[in-house]
């Protein structure tokens, strides 16, 4: 079998802001939004901030953060790799990055046929 690709990954980008809110903040999770508010945007929360929910997956992991999802959402992006990624600008109040001048985005790639078959038999789709 094929190796099974990672459902979240993050730019270098991402994994060094990801590094800086760790060390000021501590354990921190990534929570994909589900369209309030700002839209669809990944955000940074200090552990325990934000209930994780029965119909929440773990998607994986940034670094050692780990990447929540809420499962109807996961049924939209379940064929497609979530990139996490930053820019330039502040971005939703709500996540921790909010005032460093930088903002978490979302970007995402369609599965190839092949990954999607290693996917579904792994069990992961």
């Known amino acids: 079998m094929s190796k099974i ?12 802001l990801l590094k800086e809110m760790k060390e000021k ?11 309030c508010c700002d839209g669809s945007t990944p955000y940074c929360y200090e ?4 209930k994780i929910g029965s119909n929440d997956k773990l998607l994986g992991y940034l670094g050692e953060i780990p ?4 499962q109807a959402q ?15 600008g502040n971005g939703s109040e709500f996540s921790l990055e909010y005032g460093s001048g930088r903002s978490f985005y979302l970007q ?18």
Not at 108 to 125: N, P, Q, W
């Open 5 to 16: 690709p990672e459902q979240v990954v993050a730019t270098q980008d991402a994994l060094m």
């Open 47 to 50: 552990e325990g901030d934000f």
């Open 74 to 88: 996961y049924e939209f992006y379940k064929s497609m790799q979530l990139i996490i990624n930053v820019k330039e």
């Open 25 to 35: 903040h501590g354990s921190i999770i990534m929570y994909q939004s589900g369209g």
């Open 67 to 70: 990447f929540y999802i809420h």
């Open 108 to 125: 995402s790639r369609m599965f190839s046929d092949e990954e999607v078959k290693v996917l579904r038999e792994s069990g992961r789709i």
